[in-house]
């Protein structure tokens, strides 16, 4: 028991400085763009970005649990093609929905559980891609030979990762965000769409591999 926790802690520190750096920073292009282009109050924006986070916890944690439950990391049997592939596409459909709906807050509840389910999933598609700081979690959770093991540390490595991006884009970005939507008050769908045609040429680019985020 002592191990597991030392090793949960030891993956909830690399977790903690991957979300501060490179991890903080490829949610720009996606969960900011997403943000910024709705007319959302400071709650929605910290409770949008929760559910981008949690599909990011969701994949991290199949990944590992996985790992420990077969005894080899999946790195090696991942194809990453398929995996951008996957992002592209929520990255297409978040992009389609927003551009369709304009302002949030004039849409169908419908429309909002569609979006909150893309950015999901959104989260879930970019945690498939092992990053370098994953993958080695993902080894010593193949180590452990338990998928139980594995599902802990997936869970501490994402609890780290996520608790920088919580912050920055969840508080920081619903407070900042609230004070450019009322400067920008009345250009509500011209935003919406041009947070649209972002999102759709960064689904492209990484379905085509131009892009890597």
């Known amino acids: 028991m002592e191990v597991l926790l030392s090793s949960m802690l030891a993956t909830f520190i690399i977790g903690l400085s991957f979300g501060a750096g490179a991890c903080m920073f490829t949610c720009i292009p996606t969960l900011g763009v997403m943000l910024l282009a709705q007319d959302i109050g400071a709650r929605e924006t910290?409770?949008?970005?929760?559910?981008?986070?949690?599909?990011?916890?969701?994949?991290?944690?199949?990944?590992?649990?996985?790992?420990?439950?077969?005894?080899?990391?999946?790195?090696?049997?991942?194809?990453?093609?398929?995996?951008?592939?996957?992002?592209?596409?929520?990255?297409?459909?978040?992009?389609?929905?927003?551009?369709?709906?304009?302002?949030?807050?004039g849409c169908s509840t419908g429309y909002k559980k569609q979006l909150r389910a893309g950015l999901f999933g959104i989260g879930f598609a970019m945690g498939l891609r092992p990053c370098v700081p994953l993958a080695g979690v993902m080894a010593a959770s193949a180590a452990t030979g338990s998928a139980a093991f594995g599902l802990l540390l997936g869970l501490s490595f994402g609890a780290g990762a996520i608790i920088i991006p919580q912050l920055v884009f969840g508080y920081g970005l619903g407070r900042a965000g609230s004070e450019i939507r009322s400067q920008l008050r009345g250009r509500q769908q011209q935003l919406a769409r041009v947070g649209a045609s972002v999102l759709a040429f960064v689904g492209i680019g990484v379905g085509m591999g131009w892009i890597s985020l």
Request: glycine share 10%.
């Open 46 to 105: 910290s409770l949008q970005t929760l559910r981008f986070n949690l599909g990011r916890m969701s994949a991290y944690a199949l990944l590992t649990a996985v790992s420990g439950l077969i005894g080899a990391s999946l790195v090696g049997l991942l194809e990453v093609s398929h995996a951008n592939y996957i992002f592209a596409a929520m990255l297409l459909f978040s992009g389609v929905l927003l551009w369709r709906k304009g302002k949030v807050a």
